[in-house]
């Protein structure tokens, strides 16, 4: 579980995430939502360490980020997963040497074992054998994010970020890289948040959805409150398209 | 005051590079591999540029001194220490600033705006000591052997010269390398090349490393790399020049 409290952060003299508090629990797809430019990925990025907050705290079961030191910081890292908007994968290394990367990185298992640990967590998102000797740049952006997923989940991590794990798919890709993530939440046990602006996934696999407008905490709930809420931010973004209207006169 | 700011975050990044890697495994590994990108690969254009200042440092030598009163030899001894104190050193690290510097800040500021370091760091390795630690010791441990080896070319160019034209005689030439050679200005060349194997490295590292943006802003960090390499080289060129010589 990640507790979020009273989490501000600025970039020099602009304050960009105002006392945001939020609890991500463990075994559900928590997911931050928000329009471009509203503070959602700084919000990922602070809690992941990747930015120095100003003020608030971020627990990782009960470890606080701000207090670690960097030692303690990348030794926490170890237990993190992440799925990046653009995949960010190793452009000089097959799909089957990213995945083996973090093993190689970390385990004290012997290469026979990495090995089939990375195949284990390959074929686990689908991929096939086919595909293992691949440069990143020699497969489909789909492809690229189940891989993405596989280095993520190699070390067994307690804790996966995916920001925009979405963007960029087509809509049925989509739908199957949530499901995935699902999955493997809940197989896992892992505490999971997605940083995303798509919708279908927000319905689709948000448990706990914490709603970010302005740098502020606007809303949270999950995804069947959040055809009753009556935050106007947040009906203002959700119900922007007119698909997502008639959903909601259907619902209600 | 910028300056400032670059010289500082400069140094913690070098402090980052400097520590013991989380897996000497994976470094044994990439080193190789550097030596083969920044070093072996780099001997084309350093036989190719060496080879030609030989053989026009000769014939310009020779022409500018055409007098009586010179030895024979005077152009030979001319070529041979110009090659040995200034150009296999100082203007061949230049050059290579341009094409080992670019590539690096590069190589590097590509994987910073894919987020491909943003991701080595979420695993907990540190980046910058995994990505730049093995390119900065291969450039360092190669530069000398390419350095020595831009000296022979050189002097080859020149002895091409005396076979080919009737510039400077066979003789004449290879009488005037070996006249009075003083081989401390081999260690004297080396020691400089070193350093600067050091900055091209580390500078292009660097700009790579916080290269943020796009397409533009790597081409951007590129540029500053080399800009910036060239002129540290040579102000330490000058720095070192009078400490060891004179």
């Given at each position: ?5 009273n989490?501000n952060?600025?970039f ?16 559900k ?46 030794k ?50 689908d ?5 293992f000797?691949l440069?990143?740049?020699e ?5 690229q994010?189940?891989?993405?997923i596989a ?29 995935l ?20 996934s927000?319905?689709?696999i ?5 709603f970010?407008n ?5 809303w949270?709930?999950?995804n069947?409150?959040?055809f009753n ?10 119900f ?8 909601k006169?259907?619902?209600? | 005051?910028n300056?400032?700011y ?16 989380d897996?000497?495994k ?28 030989g053989?026009?440092?000769?014939i ?10 010179l ?5 030979g001894?001319?070529?041979r220490?110009?090659?040995l ?15 080992v510097?670019?590539?690096i ?15 080595i ?5 540190n ?21 020595i ?28 390398i070996?006249?009075?050679?003083v081989p401390?200005?081999?260690f004297?060349?080396v020691v400089?090349?070193l ?10 590292s ?5 290269a ?35």
């Open positions: 579980m990640i507790e979020v409290k989490l952060k600025s020099d003299e602009n304050q960009v995430l105002f006392d945001i508090s939020g609890v991500f629990e463990n075994g797809c928590n997911m931050i939502i928000g329009a471009s430019g509203s503070g959602k990925t700084v919000l990922m990025k602070s809690i992941i360490g990747l930015h120095r907050i100003d003020s608030g705290s971020i627990e990782y079961d009960g470890r606080n980020l701000p207090d670690m030191q960097m030692k303690e910081i990348r926490l890292r170890r237990e993190v997963g992440m799925l990046f908007q653009g995949s960010a994968l190793f452009d000089s290394l097959t799909v089957m040497e990213n995945v083996m990367y973090p093993l190689e990185m970390f385990s004290s298992e012997t290469k026979a074992e990495m090995e089939k640990r990375a195949i284990f967590c390959l074929e686990r998102v991929l096939t054998n086919k595909a000797d440069f990143p740049s497969i489909s952006g789909g492809m994010k189940r891989v993405a280095r993520a989940i190699a070390l067994n991590p307690k804790y996966l970020f995916c920001d925009e794990p979405n963007s960029g798919l087509d809509p049925k890709t989509a739908l199957i890289i949530d499901k993530i699902q999955e493997i939440t809940q197989e896992y046990n892992i505490t999971t948040i997605i940083n995303s602006h798509d919708m279908n927000v319905m689709e948000g448990d706990y959805i914490l970010i302005k740098g502020r905490k606007a949270e709930g999950n069947k409150m959040i809420s009556d935050v106007q931010e947040l009906n203002d973004f959700v922007a398209s007119e698909l997502f209207k008639k959903v006169e259907v619902n209600s | 005051m300056y400032l670059q010289t500082g975050q400069y140094a913690m990044l070098m402090h980052k590079v400097f520590t013991k890697p897996r000497w994976m470094f044994w590994r990439q080193f190789p591999k550097e030596v083969e990108k920044l070093g072996l690969a780099s001997l084309p254009i350093v036989i190719i540029i060496s080879i030609f200042i053989a026009i440092l000769t310009q030598t020779k022409l500018n001194t055409e007098n009586p009163l030895p024979t030899y005077s152009t001894l001319v070529t220490d110009t090659l104190l200034e150009f296999s050193s100082t203007i061949m690290c230049l050059i290579l600033a341009g094409k510097g670019s590539n800040a590069s190589e590097i500021g590509t994987m910073r705006i894919t987020e491909q370091i943003d991701a760091e979420i695993m907990g390795v980046s910058a000591n995994y990505l730049i630690l093995p390119k900065i010791t291969a450039f360092i441990v190669m530069m000398p052997f390419l350095v080896f831009s000296m022979a070319i050189g002097l080859v160019g020149g002895y091409l010269v005396g076979m080919f034209s009737d510039i400077i005689t066979v003789a004449d030439y290879l009488l005037g070996q006249y009075a050679f401390y200005y081999i004297y060349s400089k090349s350093v600067f194997a050091f900055i091209i490295s580390s500078v292009a660097y700009y790579g490393y916080f943020y943006g796009g397409a533009l802003d790597v081409g951007k960090a590129s540029t500053n790399a080399v800009v910036n390499s060239s002129i540290l080289i040579l102000f330490f060129n000058l720095l070192i020049t009078n400490l060891m010589l004179n």
